[in-house]
């Protein structure tokens, strides 16, 4: 089971990202996905989540508006967009996967997730 985050970089304030989290080894049908970020000396925390059928979305109050999640089952990606990026989006940004067992729920709490990827370093700077 790998999940791979990728699409960080050094980007200015009021600009755009998209991350991508390819993952193999399960059937990413099955499986809801969430992204996750650790800024500097602050705990992990939960920025946006996607169920099985992209019918549940969830996203973080900070990223309401600016955050948009999305998923290709047949690619096996799961992307999360970033608009008008802010200083506070800096921060390692982890995609990771849970089988729920239902079509219903994606959770953003990080001990709810089983797999992890390695993270993708986002850095918003002028």
């Known amino acids: 089971v790998q999940l791979q985050a990728s699409g960080g970089g050094l980007v200015q304030p009021g600009g755009s990202l998209r991350l991508s989290c390819v993952v193999s080894?399960?059937?990413?049908?099955?499986?809801?996905i969430g992204w996750f970020r650790q800024a500097p000396g602050k705990d992990r925390e939960g920025v946006s989540c996607i169920g099985v059928n992209s019918d549940i979305k969830k996203y973080v109050d900070s990223g309401e508006g600016r955050f948009t999640i999305s998923r290709d089952n047949a690619k096996t990606t799961v992307y999360l967009e970033i608009n008008n990026l802010k200083p506070e989006d800096t921060g390692v940004y982890y995609c990771?996967?849970?089988?729920?067992?239902?079509?219903?729920?994606?959770?953003?709490?990080?001990?709810?997730?089983?797999?992890w990827g390695q993270g993708t370093q986002v850095t918003v700077s002028s």
């Open positions: 990771a996967a849970k089988n729920f067992g239902t079509q219903r729920y994606c959770g953003t709490s990080s001990g709810e997730y089983r797999f």
């Open positions: 080894g399960f059937r990413l049908n099955y499986y809801a």
